[in-house]
């Protein structure tokens, strides 16, 4: 048996989030835990455990169980994607603490990711 913790209903695209906690029951032995999050033939990647939507709609979270026995136990959950009314910066830039007067500089390149439109498009800013 599988249950899904606590999670957000609605995810603001471009947001970096966590797995909701999951927990196993029963089944033989050790268990396996994998995690696929899909909006009809999109997937969205699942790193270290944490994810980040990239288009609006509505995203299937399907967490399957298998022991070991091959007993297969699977709980799916739906997480809404939708659009942010701000940019997202995926990385904080490191800028100089301080500046002098005259001198040149060569300021960090950043991306902002806008999602307003319901989809990731790649801003410098």
Same mark, same amino acid.
Do not use: H, M
């Given at each position: 048996?599988?249950?899904?913790?606590?999670?957000?209903?609605?995810?603001?695209?471009?947001?970096?989030?966590?797995?909701?906690?999951?927990?196993?029951?029963?089944?033989? =032995? !050790?268990?396996? *835990? @994998?995690? $696929?999050?899909?909006?009809?033939?999109? +997937?969205?990647?699942?790193?270290?455990?944490?994810?980040?939507?990239?288009?609006? =709609? !509505?995203?299937? *979270? @399907?967490? $399957?169980?298998?022991?070991?026995?091959? +007993?297969?136990?699977?709980?799916?959950?739906?997480?809404?994607?939708?659009?942010?009314?701000?940019?997202? *910066?995926?990385?904080?830039?490191?800028?100089?603490?301080?500046?002098?007067?005259?001198?040149?500089?060569?300021?960090?390149?950043?991306?902002?990711?806008?999602?307003?439109?319901?989809?990731?498009?790649?801003?410098?800013?």
């Amino acid at each position: 048996k599988i249950q899904i913790g606590e999670f957000p209903e609605e995810v603001e695209l471009g947001s970096l989030q966590d797995l909701p906690e999951v927990t196993v029951s029963g089944g033989s =032995g !050790d268990t396996e *835990l @994998t995690y $696929t999050l899909a909006k009809g033939d999109e +997937t969205c990647p699942i790193v270290g455990g944490k994810f980040r939507l990239e288009s609006a =709609g !509505d995203w299937v *979270l @399907t967490c $399957t169980a298998t022991d070991y026995i091959v +007993t297969i136990a699977v709980k799916q959950a739906v997480i809404k994607g939708v659009v942010g009314d701000k940019p997202v *910066l995926y990385e904080n830039p490191v800028f100089p603490a301080g500046y002098v007067s005259g001198a040149t500089y060569t300021l960090p390149k950043a991306y902002a990711y806008d999602y307003s439109k319901g989809a990731k498009v790649e801003k410098l800013w």
